[in-house]
């Protein structure tokens, strides 16, 4: 499936090569499309927060939360434990049930002086303590295949998932990097993501 972002250009010439449409960057209406849309994107930026630390050895932690208020990480090994161990875990779910801060206006200034958020985050709720059990349920669950699938490729000599609880990361400068690019794409691949 396609989101807008990569169409054909409909401009009607004869272009040979595939050309990217830019969308507008504003809420997606459509359920089905903004799922799409997050499902590719988030993709996207997890791949960039791994080549970003495997080309420059920095350290990455990149946080998505998608609208139904599932969790998504990708961590570079040094910040793993901000995302596995209960205080990590805990700050992130209070940050998550925090409320929508005044976008940094005075209580004094009249509220037509701050910017409107758009409708979407006007519309944002809390979610029930027994969602957030379930989401916290599901994401221990994820994590727990992440960990049995890096063990299983440790057992067949294949390198670990990038981002898997134990996921030692590649070192640069080590001759295995290319060996997880490739596992990397590999993995994409298997869960429907396109290659980049």
């Known amino acids: 499936m396609d989101d807008d972002d990569d169409d ?7 272009s040979t090569a595939r050309e990217r449409r830019k969308i507008e960057i504003r809420f997606i209406q459509d359920k089905s499309r903004r799922h799409i849309t997050f499902s590719k994107r988030k993709a996207g930026i997890m791949k960039k927060a791994y080549e970003l630390s495997v080309l420059t050895g920095t ?5 998505v939360v998608s609208e139904t208020g599932l969790v ?13 161990k209960p205080e990590g875990k805990n700050l992130i779910q209070a940050c998550l049930n925090a409320p929508e801060e005044s976008n940094g206006a005075d209580e004094d200034e009249p509220q037509s002086s701050a910017p409107t958020p758009p409708p979407q985050q006007q519309q944002q709720q809390q979610p029930h303590p027994d969602q957030v059990a379930y989401q916290q ?30 996921y030692g990361g590649p070192v640069p400068g080590n ?3 290319a060996a997880y690019q490739q596992y990397f794409n590999q993995m994409q691949n298997q869960a429907g993501n396109p290659q980049f």
């Open 59 to 63: 350290q990455v932690l990149l946080l």
């Open 137 to 166: 349920q599901q994401h221990h669950l994820q994590q727990q295949q992440q960990a049995a699938a890096a063990a299983a490729a440790a057992a067949y000599g294949a390198p670990p998932v990038p981002g898997a609880q134990g």
């Open 8 to 14: 054909e250009a409909g401009t009607g010439g004869k």
């Open 72 to 84: 998504y990480t990708f961590t570079t090994p040094k910040l793993q434990p901000l995302v596995t």
């Open 175 to 177: 001759d295995n990097t």
